[in-house]
Structure formats: C-alpha cells, structure tokens
C-alpha cells in the first residue's frame, strides 16, 4: 500500500485514502446475527447505513423491509 500511496504523490487523489485514516465512525448497540449461532448483542459499525427487519417461522415470512 506504501508503494501505491507513494506514486500517488502528486495528485490529488492520494489525499482520498489518506484521509480515510481519520474516519471514525460511531460504535452502535446492535444484534449479530449469524448462521449457526445465537443472535448476540455487540458493538458495530454501521457503514452502509441500511437497516431491515424480518419476522417469519420456518413456514412463512411475515414481514421483511429494508
């Protein structure tokens, strides 16, 4: 990466990936939900900002939004 930051010297696109480095975002409270474990509650990163929900049984699917 230090290489490929290095030819980006002189331009202006090299200041995109350094400023990354600075972005922190906020630690939310938030259920994990995983195949073949149990939903644990745990600190995440919410990048992408989408939310949804789904309720359902192993027959049918009530409801499911995003």
């Not at 930051?5 to 995983?34: C, H, Q, S, V």
């Not at 949804?52 to 939004?65: A, F, L, P, R």
Request: charged fraction near 30%; charge should be negative; proline fraction near 6%.
């Amino acid at each position: 990466m230090a290489e490929e930051l290095k030819k980006l010297k002189e331009t202006g696109e090299r200041a995109a990936y350094i400023l990354m480095d600075f972005i922190r975002p906020p630690l939310l409270r938030n259920w994990m939900i995983r195949p073949g474990c149990k939903p644990q509650l745990d600190d995440t990163v919410s990048e992408l900002g989408i939310f949804g929900v789904i309720i359902g049984d192993s027959k049918e699917i009530y409801h499911n939004t995003v």
